[in-house]
């Protein structure tokens, strides 16, 4: 069975940072486009970073650009979300997703959307 | 940026059939995805690829895309569909749509 567990979420004062962690199992991990997915109390889903299989590719969306570092350890199944000068818009729960995608010129069209999910991680940022 | 459109809320009495469409210029050009949340839980992929379903996913939900809507129809809804659905496509990054809430009255 696919699992994947994040963890690393809690309390941290404006300005701080946090690095959040992603386990996964029950996959070969180092063949999977991996994402985080954050979503605001009350709020929709907002897409936040994808990392490709070796991690030598990544993209961010605007709002956590220079902020946030999105990296993968493939000898250890793990995807790391490294959060720095934290307000308290990025107060939410955070996801970790496996990627499918194709892209190029074998493909009808370019696609990425999240097969597995999983459970989330809070962070508070909250003086 | 790239913007999806749904409606905030869509309402279904038990046994009915439930649409909830997704708006954007550029779906008829890329394929809409969509989720299921329900309260408290994480996403569920329901529908990929405008219209298929992944393994698990009862026969009741289906997609179709038709120029620039994309649409996730639930028959003979149950209760245990109540929650809020997300559809998703690409433009250079992923986008989601804002959510609808599907109240099962």
């Known amino acids: 069975e696919v699992q994947l567990v994040e963890s690393g979420g809690g309390l941290v004062q404006p300005g701080g940072s946090l690095r959040l962690s992603c386990a996964a199992s029950g996959i070969t991990f180092s063949t999977y486009w991996m994402t985080w997915v954050r979503q605001a109390p009350g709020k929709g889903l907002e897409w936040l970073a994808n990392i490709n299989e070796d991690g030598s590719d990544k993209s961010y969306v605007d709002s956590v650009k220079g902020r946030f570092t999105i990296s993968r350890d493939n000898a250890k199944n793990s995807l790391y979300l490294q959060m720095n000068s934290l307000s308290a818009e990025d107060t939410a729960v955070y996801y970790c997703?496996?990627?499918?995608?194709?892209?190029?010129?074998?493909?009808?069209?370019?696609?990425?959307?999240?097969?597995?999910w999983g459970k989330g991680t809070t962070v508070t940022v909250s003086s | 940026s790239y913007e999806l459109t749904q409606p905030p809320s869509v309402s279904v009495s038990p046994g009915q059939t439930a649409k909830i469409t997704c708006s954007g210029d550029k779906l008829g050009k890329t394929y809409t995805f969509w989720y299921q949340q329900r309260p408290g839980q994480s996403p569920v992929l329901v529908i990929f690829h405008d219209s298929k379903r992944p393994s698990g996913i009862p026969e009741r939900f289906s997609g179709s895309s038709s120029g620039n809507t994309a649409t996730l129809t639930i028959s003979g809804t149950q209760a245990m569909d109540e929650a809020d659905y997300y559809c998703q496509a690409w433009d250079s990054s992923v986008v989601f749509g804002g959510g609808t809430k599907l109240t099962v009255l």
């Open positions: 997703a496996r990627l499918k995608y194709c892209s190029g010129g074998g493909c009808p069209t370019t696609y990425y959307y999240m097969d597995v």
